[in-house]
T-cell receptor, first 116, second 111 residues
Framework: GAVVSQHPSRVICKSGTSVKIECRSL??????MFWYRQFPKQSLMLMAT?????????EQGVEKDKFLINHASLTLSTLTVTSAHPEDSSFYIC????????????FGQGTRLTVV | RKEVEQDPGPFNVPEGATVAFNCTYS??????FFWYRQDCRKEPKLLMS???SGNEDGRFTAQLNRASQYISLLIRDSKLSDSATYLC????????????FGTGTRLTIIP
């Protein structure tokens, strides 16, 4: 199957700092990638749709100025959590769908963010 | 009302038993349906797609009932390695890759 790589897998940062998470499609091009957040014992909640070469589309209730998304190439999308606070601590996961392989979504390994 | 609803469980069943999960979705225009499996602190991985005619993959059988807007997953002869959270996932629009996830059903297989 296709491979989506996410980095870092785990990060601990101080409150007020910014954290960048990378999501790469290793063996296919992805014009669209998705960013999810998952709190403990809850399901994945879509945060935003990352569109290559254009602005990201944010879900209702997600602050676009806090969660900056950049999708500058067909294989890389980045999510930057700006001015992180403890309530931003969560599991962040990206996904992408290679069109030639149907509609199966492939997920990155996830990033566990802890803000102290 | 949630767009995709699942019984969160937990389901604790003995090894070798058969277990079934159901999932309902609210958007009648939904196009594609999937079951994903998520292990603790890991990313979700596709278990199987769900087709209108129903489909089977080894010990796993998935069915879709469009009239009632529900999806089911049946696991036969359950193994210890089946312990995980099972996510019902719906794609609501053709050509749009956006997925909606259910809350997941936690399954634990007991030796």
């Amino acid at each position: 199957g296709a491979v989506v790589s996410q980095h870092p897998s785990r990060v601990i940062c101080k409150s007020g700092t910014s954290v960048k998470i990378e999501c790469r499609s290793l063996d296919f091009q992805a014009t669209t990638m998705f960013w999810y957040r998952q709190f403990p014992k809850q399901s994945l909640m879509l945060m935003a749709t990352s569109n290559e070469g254009s602005k990201a589309t944010y879900e209702q209730g997600v602050e676009k100025d806090k969660f900056l998304i950049n999708h500058a190439s067909l294989t890389l999308s980045t999510l930057t959590v700006t001015s992180a606070h403890p309530e931003d601590s969560s599991f962040y996961i990206c996904s992408a769908t290679p069109g030639t392989l149907g509609t199966e979504a492939f997920f990155g390994q996830g990033t566990r963010l802890t803000v102290v | 009302r949630k767009e995709v609803e699942q019984d969160p469980g937990p389901f604790n069943v003995p090894e070798g038993a058969t277990v079934a999960f159901n999932c309902t979705y609210s958007n009648s225009a939904s196009q594609s349906f999937f079951w994903y499996r998520q292990d603790c602190r890991k990313e979700p991985k596709l278990l199987m797609s769900v087709y209108s005619s129903g489909n089977e993959d080894g010990r796993f059988t998935a069915q879709l009932n469009r009239a009632s807007q529900y999806i089911s997953l049946l696991i036969r002869d359950s193994k210890l390695s089946d312990s995980a959270t099972y996510l019902c996932v719906v794609n609501e629009e053709t050509g749009n890759e956006k997925l909606t996830f259910g809350t997941g059903t936690r399954l634990t297989i007991i030796p």
